[in-house]
Nanobody, 127 residues
Framework: QLQLVESGGGLVQPGGSLRLSCATSGFTLDYYQIGWFRQAPGKEREGVSCISSGGASTNYADSVKGRFTISRDNAKNMVYLQMNSLKPEDTAVYYC????????????????????WGQGTQVTVSS
């Protein structure tokens, strides 16, 4: 059974950093693109970042470019999201999700391209 479990969320001051982790199990991570998404209260879930199956390609929402970095370690079945220079508008529940293989050189950041989701981890940026 395919499972994804997020961790690493919490309360951080503006300008601070957090590293989210996504532990995966029940499937061969190499064959999936992985995305990070977030949903703030009253808003739709949005794509934050994605990484292709082999890690050769990444994609970021404009709002996080230059501040967030996605990475994966297929050997450890882990995916990470390093978040720096956090802003209050980054406050949301963050989810990782797995989607079918697209290409070793491309990943799709749209939510409807992902079938399996974790339960989410809360990130709150506030002073």
């Amino acid at each position: 059974q395919l499972q994804l479990v997020e961790s690493g969320g919490g309360l951080v001051q503006p300008g601070g950093s957090l590293r989210l982790s996504c532990a995966t199990s029940g499937f061969t991570l190499d064959y999936y693109q992985i995305g990070w998404f977030r949903q703030a209260p009253g808003k739709e879930r949005e794509g934050v970042s994605c990484i292709s199956s082999g890690g050769a390609s990444t994609n970021y929402a404009d709002s996080v470019k230059g501040r967030f970095t996605i990475s994966r370690d297929n050997a450890k079945n882990m995916v990470y999201l390093q978040m720096n220079s956090l802003k209050p508008e980054d406050t949301a529940v963050y989810y990782c999700a797995a989607g079918p293989y697209v290409s070793a050189w491309y990943c799709d950041i749209r939510t409807n391209k992902y079938n399996d989701w974790g339960q989410g981890t809360q990130v709150t940026v506030s002073s």
